[in-house]
T-cell receptor
Framework: DVKVTQSSRYLVKRTGEKVFLECVQDMDHENMFWYRQDPGLGLRLIYF???????EKGDIPEGYSVSREKKERFSLILESASTNQTSMYLCASSSPGLALETQYFGPGTRLLVL | GENVEQHPSTLSVQEGDSAVIKCTYS??????FPWYKQELGKRPQLIIDIRSNVGEKKDQRIAVTLNKTAKHFSLHITETQPEDSAVYFCAADSGGGADGLTFGKGTHLIIQP
């Protein structure tokens, strides 16, 4: 059974703070993704990575960066948090193979920026 | 890039009736179309998916149809039950496999007892 975990379920930060969101998967998946979920907007892709130290911009990368130092861990970084980054953040992973694009999601981190 | 439109945003059906959710996509190179179900406070879970080499796929009460020419795909749930109440998201890949998914904005399905 695929397990994707995120470091926090709820997080409250102040404007201007540097924020780290961590995601870990235990299935040796090559691909990892960060989405944000907002009411009425669905899930939007922020960044993804298809290998260690590799990263690609998604649809809304502004204000975010990522780090993939180990295969199982993908971090989302908010360099200077702003109130419009208040959202639910979902991490996902997938692996090339028979189910090439099937993504497995973590439980989400609900971030509030004050 | 890919653009996915999903309708309706809210759907209310009587228990036992069928529900249909429709999506359209823009990128003709997309070839993978999953559907995710998200219950309140939980993570999205894959419920069914379809690839471009087939037109229909069924799994018990759930079916998905794909029309590649028209670039639309639909989720069909028959004999709806209270536990089907959730938000459903359609998605399409960006044609590159590992390039992430583009999601629709979601449909809130409400099953009326």
């Amino acid at each position: 059974d695929v397990k994707v975990t995120q470091s926090s379920r709820y997080l409250v930060k102040r404007t201007g703070e540097k924020v780290f969101l961590e995601c870990v998967q235990d299935m040796d998946h090559e691909n990892m993704f960060w989405y944000r979920q907002d009411p009425g907007l669905g899930l939007r892709l922020i960044y993804f990575s298809y290998d260690v130290k590799m990263k690609e911009k998604g649809d809304i990368p502004e204000g975010y960066s990522v780090s993939r130092e180990k295969k199982e861990r993908f971090s989302l970084i908010l360099e200077s948090a702003s109130t419009n980054q208040t959202s639910m953040y979902l991490c996902a992973s997938s692996s090339p193979g028979l189910a090439l694009e099937t993504q497995y999601f973590g439980p989400g981190t609900r971030l509030l920026v004050l | 890039g890919e653009n996915v439109e999903q309708h309706p945003s809210t759907l209310s059906v009587q228990e036992g009736d069928s529900a249909v959710i429709k999506c359209t996509y823009s990128d003709s190179a997309s070839n993978y179309f999953p559907w995710y179900k998200q219950e309140l406070g939980k993570r999205p879970q894959l419920i069914i998916d379809i690839r471009s080499n087939v037109g229909e796929k069924k799994d018990q009460r759930i079916a998905v149809t794909l029309n590649k020419t028209a670039k639309h795909f639909s989720l069909h749930i028959t004999e709806t039950q209270p536990e089907d109440s959730a938000v459903y998201f359609c998605a399409a890949d960006s044609g590159g496999g590992a390039d992430g998914l583009t999601f629709g904005k979601g449909t809130h399905l409400i099953i009326q007892p």
